[in-house]
């Protein structure tokens, strides 16, 4: 118990580490590729490669570790709702084909998860307390009202992305509707409520660490794609901000 309370305290600290990183230099995949980074494989096989473990390894956890109870099946679920779609339904429907991915990207991001799955693994089926009584508690309850308005951002967002780039034969232009008209980037700000939403649901500091995590990589990559729309499209609305609504 005590050496993953040291792993979470640790990995605490080295959201922050790397979120201040990452305002200085974007991630190199999609728009911002850049040579230098070793080999590249398909977009499409990367995301699908480092996306997925989460959702296997979650359920190893719930079939090794867990009672398998109510709490913990909903807990379970809630989570295979997000990486289902990111892991398989998402890399199928965008257009990326042709576009490559650095495989040192790819390492790192299943290095996260690893270590996130662990962790959050741990908590739900290991040393968490869930009885059946938290599924009318205040936290689960908001935490899953959350975590569900979150990915209906999310979705919609990705969706309209989607649709943009299928619809347009240009590589890249400026997405409208739903919070596009507010902000660049609807589909990150979707996917921080998400894990807000579950950290509260869950109310717990493994939670609360991966949501930090969630910032710390979507927060600087917001702000690099509300500056690259802004240098690319001479129109692009003056109004719109980068994350959050009418702030920043």
């Not at 295979?80 to 490559?100: A, E, M, Q, T």
Request: proline letters at 6%; one cysteine or more.
């Amino acid at each position: 118990m005590d050496s993953y309370y040291n792993l979470l305290v640790v990995w605490f600290i080295l959201c922050f580490a790397a979120g201040f990183y990452l305002l200085f230099k974007t991630a190199p995949y999609g728009r911002y590729l850049r040579d230098g980074w070793g080999i590249q494989v398909p977009s499409r096989l990367g995301w699908i490669l480092f996306e997925s473990p989460p959702v296997f390894l979650m359920i190893a956890f719930f079939v090794l570790y867990s009672d398998q109870g109510l709490v913990q099946i909903i807990f379970l679920t809630v989570w295979l709702s997000h990486y289902i779609n990111r892991s398989f339904i998402w890399p199928l429907k965008v257009k990326i084909k042709g576009k490559p991915m650095p495989l040192i990207i790819i390492l790192f991001a299943l290095g996260f998860n690893a270590i996130n799955v662990y962790l959050q693994g741990n908590w739900i089926f290991v040393y968490g307390e869930y009885s059946l009584s938290w599924l009318t508690s205040k936290p689960f309850i908001v935490g899953l009202i959350v975590f569900l308005i979150g990915m209906y951002i999310n979705v919609t967002s990705d969706n309209i992305l989607i649709a943009l780039r299928k619809n347009n034969q240009k590589e890249y232009s400026i997405p409208n509707g739903f919070l596009f008209n507010k902000i660049s980037s609807p589909n990150y700000l979707g996917e921080m409520i998400e894990w807000l939403g579950w950290a509260i649901m869950t109310w717990s500091f493994a939670g609360l660490v991966f949501f930090f995590w969630t910032v710390a990589n979507l927060l600087p990559r917001a702000l690099a794609n509300h500056r690259w729309y802004q240098e690319k499209f001479p129109e692009y609305p003056t109004d719109r901000k980068a994350i959050i609504p009418y702030l920043f």
